[in-house]
């Protein structure tokens, strides 16, 4: 059984000549069989002929150009349409000729270059094969000959039609390849905007207030070693994140994001930003990527905090519910709003992205108590 379903693989894998020889092998054999013996393609309506040795040179012309109808398709039309003139007016009336409309569907497929000229060229050869066998008695007369050169146009028009749909399917493939690439390096500037913003923020609050600390040394070492721990963090995360985009590597985070959130409200706490903390409920075990997310939306909201706010009041309140995850981070402060309008197209935008995806809802605004960034992110409900 296996051996039978590694068959169609194999003959895919074969050169696409030996793949399309055995049709011209095919018409080629039938046209000697007695029952089909004078009853192939015919226009002209002339008295059958013997087989002869002329009839063999049309019928090898019509049958093995076959074999290059893809990869050749001129060299296959040119040939096959040769054959086919020599069998028509020496009347011998093959089951080869059949070839005539197979090499007019592949050319009209596979033909990349000069098709105008083809047409022409065959439309011409047609009507000097129509007035030869005119000469030669032909009682076809001009419906015959249209109807048949019709016959074959559909042939020609069936090729090109089968190109025109594989063309649309390249092009919509590349639109899709091009797409995932555009969506993929979205994805990659949001990670490391969200990874380096937040920490380089906060190391330079802390670098800041470390000027300041020339009078206090053991403050100064604090705030010198919190600097220190802050670019650690950060190139840990980097390395984490580019490590991600190695071929072959796998794309799970290192342990669940949301069980960070608490180490990432202590950095900004050093980086001399009041935050009060809560979380309610237990965390959901399969979240997807919407444990990602809520760890992004609060470390957006504490950078904005640290760079438009700093010393201002913040809280982070997080709900884990049976098929969602809550955030909510406020800021005191009037300062705190201009995260709104600032951060050059990401930041909160590329949050409102991150949680559109999920189907959820997020809210960014100044209020009554200052900035206050809302979002609810599908989780996908208990395991």
Partial sequence: M?????????WRRLDVTVRDLPLGLFLAATSF????????????????????????????????????????PAVCLTLVTLGFVIAELRSTHLV???????????????LERCRRTAVVALTAVYAGLAYALHLLGSTEGVAGFTTFYLLLAVAWTAGAWLRGNRAAEVDRRRHVAETTRAAERARIARELHDVVTHHVT?????????????????????????????????????????????????????????????????????????????????PVEATGSADLVAYRVVQESLTNALKHAVGAATSVLVRHRDEEITVEV????????????????????????????????????PGDEGFTVRARIPSGGRS
């Fill in 2 to 10: 296996t051996a039978l379903g590694t068959i169609p693989d194999r």
């Fill in 33 to 72: 069989l007695p029952i089909l013996y004078n009853k192939g393609t015919q226009v002209g309506d002339l008295p059958a002929r013997p087989f002869d040795a002329l009839a063999a040179v049309a019928l090898a012309l019509e049958c093995l150009p076959l074999a290059v109808r893809r990869k050749m």
């Fill in 96 to 110: 080869a000729s059949s070839a005539m409309p197979i090499a007019l569907l592949s050319a009209g497929a596979h």
């Fill in 202 to 282: 906060a190391m330079v609050v802390q670098a800041e207030a470390a000027r300041y600390l020339q009078g206090a040394p053991e403050r100064l070492d604090a705030a010198l070693a919190a600097v220190g721990d802050t670019g650690r963090r950060a190139t840990a995360d980097l390395r984490h994140l580019l490590g991600l985009l190695e071929p072959g590597h796998g794309s799970e985070a290192r342990e669940p994001t949301v069980g960070r959130l608490l180490t990432l409200v202590e950095q900004t706490r050093h980086a001399g930003q009041p935050v009060a903390f809560a979380e309610e409920g237990t």
């Fill in 330 to 365: 406020r800021t005191a402060g009037p300062g705190s709003g201009r995260a709104v309008t600032e951060g050059g197209g990401r930041g909160l935008a590329g949050l409102r992205e991150r949680v559109d995806v999920l189907g959820g809802d997020f809210s960014a605004g």
